[in-house]
């Protein structure tokens, strides 16, 4: 079985600070993503990377940075903090099969600013 | 761009009822079609997927066919569960579009004994 796995389930930090969410997988997948989740808002893409030290930017990248020096790492980055990025945050995994491209999603960080 | 749409609010029904939920896409090339869900403070998990038209995906109950022609993949359950109470997300795949995942908003479904 794929298992993509979080850092943390529930993460509290103060606005301003620098905030790193880890995200590791163990199958192998050239494909990493990280998403938001917000009520009413379903599943928004922030960065994605293709290749270890590739970087792609999603829908919504502003106050976000990514790091992927390992195939199986994908961390997500918060350079300062603030309340609007209070928010449940998804990593997933994937690779390009013949049959579609699925994703594999660990169980999420719910991080709060205060 | 690619964009997936899903019915509106929450979906509340009694156990052993049918279920519905309805999922429209719009898409510049061939997509592929999946459906995930998420319990209670999980994350998502792959519930079934269709990859062509007429294509039907299934598992654990649910089903979903690929409708070119009305550009839909609507999911059904016949005789739901209270263990179905779940966020289901509707999402397409496309290569013209880098293999992005571009997901609907979800839909919340309460299943009462």
């Known amino acids: 079985d794929v298992k993509v796995t979080q850092s943390s389930r529930y993460l509290v930090k103060r606005t301003g600070e620098k905030v790193f969410l880890e995200c590791v997988q163990d199958m192998d997948h050239e494909n990493m993503f990280w998403y938001r989740q917000d009520p009413g808002l379903g599943l928004r893409l922030i960065y994605f990377?293709?290749?270890?030290?590739?970087?792609e930017k999603g829908d919504i990248p502003e106050g976000y940075s990514v790091s992927r020096e390992k195939k199986e790492r994908f961390s997500l980055i918060l350079e300062s903090a603030s309340t609007n990025q209070t928010s449940m945050y998804l990593c997933a995994s994937g690779l390009a099969s013949q049959g579609g491209y699925e994703q594999y999603f660990g169980p999420g960080t719910r991080l709060t600013v205060t | 761009g690619d964009s997936v749409t899903q019915m509106e609010g929450p979906v509340t029904l009694s156990e052993e009822a049918f279920l519905t939920i309805n999922c429209t896409y719009t898409a510049t090339g061939y997509p592929s079609l999946f459906w995930y869900v998420q319990y209670p403070g999980e994350g998502l998990q792959l519930l079934l997927k269709a990859t062509k038209a007429d294509d039907k995906g299934s598992n654990k109950g649910f089903e979903a066919t690929y409708r070119k022609e009305t550009t839909s993949f609507h999911l059904e359950k016949g005789s739901v569960q209270v263990s179905d109470s779940a966020v289901y997300f509707c999402?397409?795949?496309?290569?013209?579009?880098?293999?992005?995942?571009?997901f609907g908003k979800g839909n919340q479904v309460v299943v009462i004994p």
């Open positions: 999402a397409l795949s496309d290569l013209w579009e880098n293999n992005r995942l571009a």
């Open positions: 990377s293709y290749d270890v030290k590739m970087k």
